[in-house]
């Protein structure tokens, strides 16, 4: 296992177009994050599952925003009818009870 | 709710030398967990070292220590021995008891000078 991988690493949207982005997390995680990360601050947390349930999301995942993770192994974020505030670095995350969340390289979000 | 507060924007240290990034928290829970990641210009987080509210001795990952001052509710990180490949951002982060998210602060950019 090589890691948290997230695909695609840049995506470059127009507004107004959905965009998808793919999380394959450590094999072993049953916990999988998502956070969103803008130029010059921390990230920010979006959502959470355990296995292939949703337990929490945040006030920031408007309703534009989905997040799936069909039969507890990858995860996927929808956007839809993208805005320019969008634009962000997007991280995947996963874990096992008690350790320590291993971090994707992320997918940049670009919206023109 | 948890809240991280880290007040350096930027860092410099010498090559070679120590250097400490600063961490302050808020939360009422009893119980909860500090976390120190490293995020290179590449983007990719890498955790460095975590530490448990009752850990009864600061923690240490090779050249990084963790001083953690409950009372005061800081957890500074010190980097021992800086090198080149040190220069990045660094996050602090916690997470509380019931919750499974982190909370990360805004970080530190450090530059290592040679």
């Known amino acids: 296992d090589t890691g948290v991988s997230q695909d695609p690493r840049h995506k470059i949207t127009k507004r107004g177009q959905n965009v998808t982005f793919r999380c394959d997390p450590i094999?072993?995680?049953?916990?999988l994050y998502w956070y969103r990360q803008t130029l010059g601050q921390g990230p920010e947390f979006l959502t959470y599952?355990?296995?292939?349930?949703?337990?929490?999301k945040s006030r920031l995942l408007s309703d534009r925003f989905s997040a799936e993770r069909p039969k507890g192994s990858f995860s996927t974020l929808e956007i839809q009818r993208t805005e320019q505030g969008d634009s962000a670095m997007y991280l995947c995350?996963?874990?096992?009870?008690?350790?320590?969340?291993?971090f994707g390289q992320g997918t940049r979000l670009t919206v023109v | 709710a948890q809240k991280i507060t880290q007040t350096q924007p930027g860092m410099f240290v010498q090559e070679k030398e120590a250097v400490t990034l600063d961490c302050t928290y808020d939360?009422?829970?009893?119980?909860?967990?500090l976390f120190w990641y490293k995020q290179p210009s590449s983007g990719e987080m890498i955790f460095l070292i975590y530490?448990?509210?009752?850990?009864?001795q600061n923690a240490t990952e090779g050249r990084y220590s963790l001083n953690f001052q409950k009372a005061r509710k800081s957890a500074n990180l010190v980097i021992s021995a800086s090198q080149l490949g040190d220069s990045a951002m660094y996050f602090c982060?916690?997470?509380?008891?019931?919750?499974?998210?982190?909370?990360f602060g805004a970080g530190t950019i450090l530059r290592v000078k040679s």
């Open positions: 995350a996963s874990s096992s009870l008690n350790t320590e969340a291993f």
């Open positions: 094999s072993e995680h049953n916990r």
């Open positions: 599952f355990q296995n292939e349930a949703q337990l929490e």
């Open positions: 939360t009422s829970d009893p119980s909860y967990g």
């Open positions: 530490q448990g509210s009752y850990d009864q």
């Open positions: 982060a916690m997470r509380g008891l019931y919750g499974n998210k982190l909370v």
